[in-house]
C-alpha cells in the first residue's frame, strides 16, 4: 500500500447581490430546470447507449447548459438543534452528464468534484452564491491539463459564472 497526500488549491468564487434568498433559489431552480430534471438519475440509469444518453441529457436541460440533481437544505439540520428558524444555507447539486463526460475521459480524479455544486446562504441585505471553480477543483491534482481538458475546464468556467450572475443580477 502506497499513500499519497497532494496539495493543491481551490478557488472560491462568491457572487454577493441584494437580491432576496427566496428569489436567488426561484431564479436558480428555473435556470436548472429543477422541475424538469425529478427523474434525470433514473432516466440516465436506462439509457443504452450514447445517443439515448444524449438525448436524456438534451431533454432535460431544455436548452440551457445545466439541470439538477438534488439539494441539501443545511439550515434545517442546524433548526434541529434548538428549534430556531436559521437563515438559509442551501447545496444546490447541479450540472450536465455531456460536460462531465467530456473531463472525466482526459482527468478521471474530476469525478470526486462532478457534479458541480453552489452554495446560496441568506443574508440580512440579500443572498451569496458560492461555489468552486471548476478549472480549479477538475484539473489534474498533479501535472499540466492537457489542451483539451483545459479547454473544456474553461468552458464549464464560464457557463458556471454566467449561472450565478443571471441568478444574482439586480
Known amino acids: 500500500m502506497t499513500k499519497t497526500v497532494i496539495t493543491f488549491m481551490a478557488k472560491l468564487v462568491n457572487f454577493d447581490t441584494t437580491l432576496p434568498f427566496a428569489k436567488v433559489i426561484s431564479r436558480l431552480d428555473v435556470e436548472i430546470n429543477k422541475a424538469g430534471s425529478t427523474k434525470i438519475l433514473g432516466d440516465l440509469r436506462a439509457v443504452r447507449n450514447q445517443e439515448e444518453f444524449m438525448s436524456v441529457v438534451k431533454k432535460t436541460t431544455t436548452g440551457q447548459d445545466f439541470l439538477y440533481f438534488w439539494e441539501v437544505p443545511h439550515n434545517v439540520l442546524l433548526k434541529f ?90
Open 81 to 170: 438543534a434548538d428549534g430556531k428558524d436559521k437563515p438559509g444555507i442551501v447545496v444546490y447539486t447541479f450540472g450536465n452528464p455531456l460536460f462531465a463526460q467530456a473531463i472525466l475521459k482526459d482527468n478521471p480524479f474530476a469525478a470526486y468534484n462532478i457534479p458541480p455544486r453552489l452554495l446560496i446562504l441568506e443574508k440580512p441585505d440579500g443572498a451569496t452564491v458560492s461555489y468552486h471553480l471548476p478549472s480549479s477543483v477538475m484539473g489534474v491534482p498533479n501535472g499540466e491539463n492537457n489542451a483539451v481538458l483545459q479547454a473544456e475546464l474553461d468552458a464549464l468556467d464560464q457557463k458556471v459564472e454566467r449561472l450565478a450572475m443571471k441568478v444574482t443580477a439586480v
